[in-house]
């Protein structure tokens, strides 16, 4: 009002604004997600710390082909975690060392050893499989030696048995023999034996095959290769 009257300040209308945000209810929502939020970013940085055994073994896998700051950095780091003295952290990471060393000499000593292992059984098998092709081998020329040769007339069987001969005249390295020689005779017949199951067995793959190709859903039965013919 204006002379004479009791005056009535105006208030200022920033001062109306922070009175009726002072005077607002406060909101339970904001103070609940507040807490939340400090929860979850404390749990998630615990997450996000590495355990001290992280580090221990990032130092016994990786220390040696990463650059010497890193190192130097995770050295100090883990002789916080650990809480020793520099001098006992060196000699505890030579002492891991040296055992790492020596398990991993063990490791390739055992490896060696089961190559070797290996390599003798393997050297085994291989005389075995010798001296038993020897023996039949043996036993088939005696035989073909010793028996008629059943009439060959294929002329195929013909030159197959001509060339064995020559072959095997000239690994003896004698002088062609006449026809009547048989062992020539009795070993073409046992390649064209053998070819021929081979060939019989290619054709049952192959058949085997084109029906898994047409009737992929159905399982048949795969033949077995391992009958007598």
């Not at 009002?1 to 009175?19: A, L, Q, R, S, T």
């Not at 780091?77 to 060392?97: G, S, V």
């Not at 064209?192 to 058949?207: F, G, H, P, V, W």
């Amino acid at each position: 009002m204006e002379d004479g009257g009791e005056g009535v300040d105006e208030i200022p209308e920033e001062e109306k604004d922070d009175d009726i945000v002072s005077s607002a209810p406060t909101r339970k929502n904001d103070v609940k997600k507040k807490t939340c939020n400090f929860q979850c970013n404390t749990r998630i940085d615990e997450l996000a710390t590495p355990h001290k055994r992280m580090f221990l073994a990032l130092w016994n896998e990786h220390a040696h082909h990463l650059p010497s700051e890193k190192v130097k950095h995770l050295k100090q780091l883990l002789q916080q975690l650990y809480a020793m003295t520099p001098e006992e952290t060196a000699k505890y990471f030579a002492e891991l060392k040296a055992e790492a060393k020596a398990a991993a000499m063990r490791k390739k000593l055992k490896q060696r050893l089961r190559k070797y292992l290996l390599e003798k059984h393997r050297q085994k098998q291989r005389e075995r499989a010798h001296k038993l092709f020897k023996r039949l081998l043996k036993c088939g020329m005696t035989y073909a030696a010793e028996n008629p040769v059943p009439p060959l007339v294929s002329i195929r069987l013909r030159y197959l048995s001509d060339i064995i001969l020559e072959q095997l005249c000239d690994l003896r390295k004698v002088a062609v023999p006449n026809r009547s020689n048989t062992v020539a005779d009795w070993m073409a017949i046992a390649v064209e034996r053998l070819y021929y199951a081979a060939q019989l067995s290619i054709n049952e793959m192959t058949d085997y095959e084109q029906l898994s190709a047409q009737h992929p859903d159905e399982t048949a039965a795969a033949p077995d290769m391992h009958q007598p013919l």
